[in-house]
């Protein structure tokens, strides 16, 4: 494992898998970590992304070790960039998502801490299908930006809190969360935030500054055992029978 940033404990991993390797990057937080979060990516995205590696950096700040990795082999991207199909193979990439929590559960530095998932895009759709297999092992979940629809009949069988973000001007997937929201019904805890000011990337001056901050407060609370007690002074959607 390489240590690749002076300033704070990020080091370059390598996770084992039948098809090859997936490349990441563990980031340990300087005073310990409490809980653990990885990353999952949107589609044509990976684990060099600005956004997310922003929005771990802000999770480190929180004490929560983060783990940035590609979903598919070097192998696989080079082919993908041609086909642009593995990317939204979400049943795969879930997968993928599994296999990097066991290895994050097994590993030295993480084992035994409790485990969240961040996705992106259609990575959010991956970090469901994996939160429902998985059940109870997963404390909690934030979409930024994602497409919970594509995760499909895995959304009733959701149970850690999940947090949806969406940019305001994201119309359609404003709706398309709503009503993934509604069918996440066993989920312990359950909330759409509409982020003003924001379009699908979060590219807007302080949008992805809120996403992230929104994102820490969700973890810390979640991965800390607790369900309730999240306040905001953002939109937020109601749920299903409110």
């Given amino acids: 494992m ?5 300033a704070e404990p990020v080091y370059q991993v390598q996770i084992d898998i039948a098809e090859g390797r997936l490349l990441g990057l563990l980031g340990l937080p300087a005073n310990g970590a409490q809980a ?10 990976g684990r060099l992304s600005p956004r997310n590696q922003y929005v771990a950096e802000v999770l480190r700040g929180g004490g929560l070790a983060t783990l940035l990795f590609d979903l598919l082999t070097p192998e696989e991207e080079q082919v993908d960039n041609f086909t642009r199909h593995l990317r939204f193979d979400v049943a795969l990439l879930a ?8 290895w994050v559960s ?16 259609t990575g959010a759709a991956a970090a469901l299908i994996a939160a429902a297999r998985l059940g109870g092992a997963i404390s909690g979940v934030v979409s930024r930006g994602g497409r919970p629809d594509l995760a499909g009949p895995a959304l009733s069988e959701v149970e850690a809190p999940t947090l949806l ?12 969360n709503e009503a993934a929201l509604r069918q996440m019904t066993k989920a312990r805890s359950r909330k759409l935030i509409v982020v003003p000011g924001a379009s699908h990337l979060f590219e807007e001056t302080g949008t992805l500054e809120q996403a992230a901050a929104l994102a820490r ?9 607790h369900a309730s007690g999240f306040k905001t002074s953002v939109r937020e959607q109601p749920e299903a029978g409110s």
């Fill in 36 to 45: 653990v979060v990885i990353f999952a990516h949107g589609s044509g995205s």
């Fill in 106 to 121: 097994q590993y030295n530095a993480t084992r035994g801490l409790p485990l969240g998932y961040f996705g992106a895009s």
């Fill in 95 to 102: 997968g993928r998502l599994v296999t990097a929590t066991e």
């Fill in 2 to 6: 390489a240590h690749i940033n002076e």
């Fill in 165 to 176: 973000l969406v940019g305001e001007f994201d119309e359609e997937v404003i709706q398309l």
């Fill in 217 to 225: 407060q969700w973890f810390t609370m979640t991965l800390g055992g």
